[in-house]
């Protein structure tokens, strides 16, 4: 059974940096593609990025391009989100997400989700 978990969430100033941590379990990286997403309160959730299974990195928020960047570690089977430059507007919960090889922005491909971990962006 494919699982992925995220953690790092928490509360950080304007401007600053957090790391998003999704462990997977039950696949290996080299066969899932796997996703960020978040959601506001009220809004819609919202693809971020993803990583196929060949590596390859997709951005799909320009609200995000040059800040967060999307890796992976296959050794220990972990997709992270590295969050820099931090705005109120990134206040949200953050999802990672997982199907087989290939990336979309859409919820609907996605068979398997974490649980989400809150990021909240205040001074």
């Known amino acids: 059974q494919w699982q992925v978990v995220e953690s790092g969430g928490g509360l950080v100033q304007p401007g600053g940096s957090l790391r998003l941590s999704c462990a997977a379990s039950g696949f290996t990286l080299d066969y899932g593609a796997v996703a960020w997403f978040r959601q506001a309160p009220g809004k819609e959730r919202e693809a971020i990025l993803c990583?196929?299974?060949?590596?390859?990195?997709?951005n799909y928020a320009d609200s995000v391009k040059g800040r967060f960047t999307i890796s992976r570690d296959i050794a220990k089977n972990t997709v992270y989100l590295q969050m820099n430059s931090l705005k109120p507007d990134d206040t949200a919960v953050y999802y990672c997400?997982?199907?087989?090889?290939?990336?979309?922005?859409?919820?609907?491909?996605?068979?398997?989700w974490g649980q989400g971990t809150q990021v909240t962006v205040s001074s």
């Open positions: 990583i196929t299974s060949d590596g390859e990195a997709t």
């Open positions: 997400a997982a199907q087989l090889y290939y990336c979309s922005e859409y919820v609907q491909p996605y068979d398997y």
